[in-house]
């Protein structure tokens, strides 16, 4: 018991020791900063000084106050001006600024660090020229001087601390005559690194003819030194934009949408160059696509994108993408992509409502290139109901699996190479795996096959039951209860076709034709199979006379009718 009291006597002692002696400490500080207060006056010129030696610019203060405050000491400045060299001009001016002294980074490397660094107020000028290259006024003062060369900006080069501006103005001068003299007021913006640690935060009001507000928040989190490995995130917000303003203000570099109003948000992560998640939900009107592309009366929903080394997942809900004439109706979507060793293992696919020639408008966005052509050339158009399918088992040279279903209606593309152009087709198509089958019940269709017909083919109607089934690496189709009306006769018949790579497809086809139009021969002639004597001359043969009645066989390759070697009949 009395080596306890003892003891506790003992801690005690030890205890007002610590605390006496960091009174005293406390007591020292305070003098110093208070002697450096009375100094301060003398120093301030010192610093324009290096300022001035290091970079060339000319530093100057309305006054300069040493204070402790709420991080520690630090300096305070009113009236702060960046000036060049010659001229009286400020590169940037604030009305009110600190610097806070981090204590603890300056005592572990012994010097003098910032960790805190506000401007308040603070004003820049910028120039677009007429090339659409963006200057800051004067920033000519703040060239390297010749033989030193600029290091370039790495993220492990970024400063420690926060560096902070409140209430700041940006006033821009456009020469291009576009926008003239424009001022972006009220941006706040924060900058805070933390070791591997980097924040940014912003926002600013903008003028009325861009909008009303735009925000940004970002973080960096992991080995600043290798930055393929850091994990980023960062998010949007534009309010109430008007993209036409924003397309003359942007240099033609930065591609934006031509025209449209509304706001965007939007945020994303990644790992270095890499994305792994968006989310994207636009509320835009009359929005249209850069270098005079199509307008969408509407654009909006809410887009999620995710993606890892193995797969792609996009999901949608209430997404509309509405053209003048071509409406959309709002819709929930979801879609899949799973790869192995970059190589698709498979796709799926499910929608409530798609407009196709809405989205393929959205084809001029991609890079030049053979894909974006052929987009463009077949200007593939109709709306598909319920989809739920999937594609797998992808293999060099073979047909996929392929399940599910879909409705289409007025389904259609331009003829493009060999291959017919076809318009206004209803129907919908089953997969089940290895086969499948496609129902088409249409009504005023159309065919266009420039290379063969010399006019549209209408299609009055056009019904059949359409088979696929796999074989080894080939493919069999086959057609049955088919019914064309052209409005000039009736077909009937049923088709087989087997298809093997490397040679020619077969056929067997057995066809009747009913009630027609002799005299309409010549739009069904294939011209590049006919010279142009023997057109004539079918041409004229044909003056007058309907077909009650007659049949069509043939049973081979597609290619060398009729056969006079016996390859088929």
């Given amino acids: 018991m009395v080596r306890t009291g003892q003891r506790l006597r003992r801690l ?15 007591a020292l500080g305070v003098g110093a900063f208070r002697l450096a207060i009375e100094l301060l006056p ?58 806070s002294l981090a204590i603890g980074r300056s005592l572990r490397y012994r010097r003098i660090e910032v960790g805190r660094v506000v401007l308040e107020r603070p004003r820049l000028h910028f120039v677009i020229h007429t090339d659409g290259s963006v200057e800051l006024v004067g920033q000519g003062a703040i060239e390297p001087k010749p033989g030193d060369e600029r290091q370039p900006m790495t993220l492990a080069r970024l400063p420690r601390g926060l560096f902070a501006v409140h209430d700041a ?12 003299r424009f001022e972006l007021t009220g941006a706040d913006l924060e900058f805070e690194r933390r070791g591997n640690h980097v924040s940014l935060r912003g926002q600013v009001e903008l003028p009325e003819h861009l909008g009303s507000a735009l925000e940004v928040d970002a973080d960096l989190e992991g080995d600043l030194a290798h930055a393929d490995s850091v994990e980023w995130r960062a998010s949007i917000d534009a309010r109430d934009l008007d993209l036409e303003q924003w397309a003359a ?36 009107s009359n929005l249209q696509l850069p270098d005079g592309g199509v307008v969408f009366t509407r654009v909006a929903g809410d887009l999620r994108l995710q993606r890892n080394a193995e797969d792609i997942s996009i999901e949608g809900t209430g997404l509309e993408i509405s053209r003048e004439g071509m409406p959309w109706r709002p819709t929930s979507i979801s879609a899949t992509l799973k790869k192995n060793e970059d190589r698709i293992v498979s796709v799926a696919a499910r929608a409530d409502y798609l407009r196709i020639e809405n989205l393929a408008a959205f084809s001029s966005l991609l890079p030049a290139g053979p894909l974006r052509e052929k987009l463009e050339a077949l200007a593939p158009r109709g709306e598909l109901f319920g989809l739920d399918a999937a594609v797998a088992d992808f293999g060099a040279g073979r047909l996929p699996d392929i399940s599910g279903r879909v409705r289409f209606a007025d389904l259609g593309f331009e003829a493009f190479g060999k291959v017919p152009g076809l318009q206004g087709l209803d129907g919908a198509i089953e997969g089940r795996g290895a086969g499948g089958v496609v129902h088409l019940a249409t009504r005023d269709g159309l065919v266009s096959w420039p290379l063969q017909w010399r006019a549209i083919a209408e299609l009055r109607q056009a019904d059949g039951r359409i088979e696929w089934n796999r074989f080894g690496s080939g493919v069999r189709l086959w057609v049955d209860e088919a019914v064309i009306d052209t409005g000039h006769g009736i077909a009937r018949g049923k ?10 497809p077969l056929m067997d086809l057995t066809a009747s034709v009913a009630d027609f139009d002799a005299t309409q021969v010549w739009r069904y002639l294939p011209i590049e199979q006919l010279k142009p004597k023997s057109l004539g ?20 390759p597609t290619r060398g009718f009729p056969y006079r070697e016996g390859q088929g009949r």
């Fill in 537 to 556: 001359w079918l041409d004229a043969a044909f003056r007058a006379g309907r077909v009650v009645e007659g049949t069509v066989s043939q049973t081979g």
């Fill in 169 to 180: 103005t940006l006033d821009v001068l456009d020469l291009r005559a576009k926008q003239g």
């Fill in 495 to 504: 088709l087989r076709m087997a298809f093997r790579p490397g040679q020619l």
């Fill in 42 to 99: 003398g120093y301030q010129q010192q610093v324009a000084d290096q300022v001035r030696a290091a970079t060339g610019l000319r530093l100057e203060f309305d006054s300069l106050n040493v204070r402790i405050g709420r991080y520690g000491p630090e300096i305070q400045f009113n009236g702060a001006r960046v000036l060049p060299a010659s001229g009286d001009e400020p590169l940037v001016s604030a009305e009110s600024g600190r610097v």
């Fill in 12 to 26: 005690w002692r030890w205890l007002a020791v610590v605390v006496a002696a960091l009174a005293l400490l406390a």
């Fill in 249 to 284: 203000l942007l240099p033609d570099s930065i591609v934006v949408p031509a025209a449209g109003r509304g706001s965007v948000r939007a945020s994303a992560r990644g790992v270095g160059p890499g994305l792994t998640s968006l989310w994207l939900r636009p509320e835009l």
